[in-house]
Structures are given as structure tokens and as C-alpha cells.
């Protein structure tokens, strides 16, 4: 259940109310590909840095160690120990962008695993059942992910399976939660709107599949290769065709910038892989800009990553602990930066929503981009 709580123009301030818990929106969602957090992060450190959705992928969690297992241990959340919501991803991105030898049918997709080469069929019914199986509190509807720069004709032969394939997910969805032995039969559903740079494809795909009534919708194939300036193009002219009344999660974006642009265009959950990727490669961010912390300028630096910050690497360590640590390539490096990388994108978070409530979120990212932008 979705509540839509306040308006700054375009900007959403909502609360997505689930059977794991309440999700405060706009969100950051943390990445947890395979359950766990790049970087020895655990579910107690999600808790104290303020997550409120961990994210796992479906793809990855059914080709290692498998979902059936997952299943048989209670579900995902028993699993990794986490008791907030859970959103898993459909595996779609992943069957097109890292399986070898791909074959795409209308029943779905024949590829071969990147792990270790079997064979594997995964359509919309199958998706589903994985995602069943895991328990996630949000399953993500299985989608062609088209290449990006694509042909009008791919891209709208891709849309049209995508429409067909979410019929076929959402009436799977509904029949696995009816079940007596599945995980979680409060599973919400969200469909994705493809489409690429075409915006008059976007907007039909938004309009189609805003007629299923799903508990969400998801902006995906953007960030991809297109310019910034294209993508937020597309999120403009897409969201006000997607039910204002719904969640508008903008797949696998960005950064802080990205985020702070998508949400005055009406986008409430995001997901990205860049505060781990870069906190494991010393990258930090801050509200004065990104820092490398490899750097030699902090080889004897006293203060923290950022003056002021509650994260466990800012309140205990100095830039040149840690600029040490990573040079001496101890994990705990790795680890404090990725920590201080998701508070300061929680964080983030938590601001937004404060801004919009008091009706100032213009104000909120003009000075945010402009601090950031300041390195």
C-alpha cells in the first residue's frame, strides 16, 4: 500500500507500506547482489546505517547456491539475517548483459550460466518462482533488457514481448501467492517500462502497463550508455504517464547527482552499485565532492572522511588510518569506506524527504549539486 504523503512540484514524498515493514520514500536501496553487501558489510551495519531496503539479485542467488535451498531455509530474509524489506531484481538485466550464447523465444530466454557454463531457460513463470522461493517483499517483472543503441523496430518488438511477458509474470505472481507453502504470500509485484531513448515508445509502454494495476513501477534500460542529459529527458516525459499513486523506481541509478535530478522528476526508489564499487576502490563521497582516498595528500590527515559525519568510519578513523589501510590492502579499508559511501547515500535520502515536506526541494539540491560539485 502506497501512500503518496506531500508534493514539491514534481517531487514525491511517500510511504510504501509492506508485509516487512514501512519504506520511507524517496529510497536508496542497497546492493546485496548474491545477500550480502560488497565489502564484509553485514545486516546488523545495514541496520545502524540507516537501509531501509536491502537488494538481491534473482539471477545470481539461482545460478550459486540456488533458490530452492534459499526456499527450504525460510525465505531470503531468514537466510541473511535481515528483517526489513527486500526487493530482488528479476534477472533480466543479468540473462542480457552477462550470459554466454542467449536465445530469446517468446516462452523466454535459453542462455548459459557465467559460473560455470550449464544451461539454463529462465522466461516470466520461472522468474517468478525464483523470486517466489527467495521471499523477497518486491519481485521484479521479467523484461527484455534491448541493447542500447537499438533499432526502433528492436526496440519496439522488445516492448511488446516485455507487455506480453508481464501479463504472463503477473498472473504467475498471483497463483505462487496463493500457495499454502510459499515464503511470502504478501509478494508485491512491480513491471518495468522499456523503451530506450524512444520517447514516444516509452510513454505507450508507461500507458499499457499502467492498466494492470501492479503495486509498482520501474523506469529500466536507462544508463546504459545515453548521455544524462537523454536520460532524465526520458524520466520527464515518461513518469507522468506511470500512476502517481504507485512507487516510480528508476533501475540501477546513479549518482548522488543522478538521484537528486530523478527525484525532482517524480522518481521515489533507486538502486546503484556505485557507493560499494568505489568506497572497495578507496572512492568516498562527500557534500564537498568525491575524495580518493589513495592520495597522498592524506598520508597525515587527522579528520575524518567528512567533518560531521555519524557513519562508524567518520566517528572512529582518520583519512590516514584509512588512506593506510587501503594502501596496505587491508579489508577494513574496503569495508570503512563502503560503510561511510551507503550512510552518506542514506543520509542523502533522508534529507530529500525532509526538503520535500517543507516544501524547499529545489532549494535542497541546488545547494547540494553545487557543494558536491565544488572538488
Known sequence: MYEL???????????????HGVIETPVFMNVGTVAAIKGAVSTDDLREIGTQVELSNTYHLHVRTGDKLIKE???LHKFMNWDRPILTDSGGFQVFSLA????IKEEGVSFSSHIDGRKIFMGPEESMQIQSNLGSTIAMAFDECPPHPATREYMQNSVDRTTRWLVRCKKEMD???SLEDTVNPHQMLFGINQGGTFEDIRIEHAKEISKLNLDGYALGGLAVGETHDEMYHIIEETVPYLPEDKPTYLMGVGTPVNILEAVDRGVDFFDCVYPTRNGRHGHVYTNQGKLNMFNKKYELDHRPIEEGCQCPACRSYSRAYIRHLLKAKEMLGMRLCVLHNLYF??????EIRQAIEEGNYKEYKKRKIDGMMNQ
Open 100 to 103: 554466454k550464447l542467449r536465445k
Open 73 to 75: 531455509f525460510g525465505g
Open 175 to 177: 497463483r505462487l501467492n
Open 5 to 19: 504523503i506531500k508534493k514539491d512540484g514534481r517531487a514525491k514524498r511517500g510511504r510504501l507500506t509492506t508485509v
Open 345 to 350: 547515500y542514506n543520509t542523502m535520502m533522508s
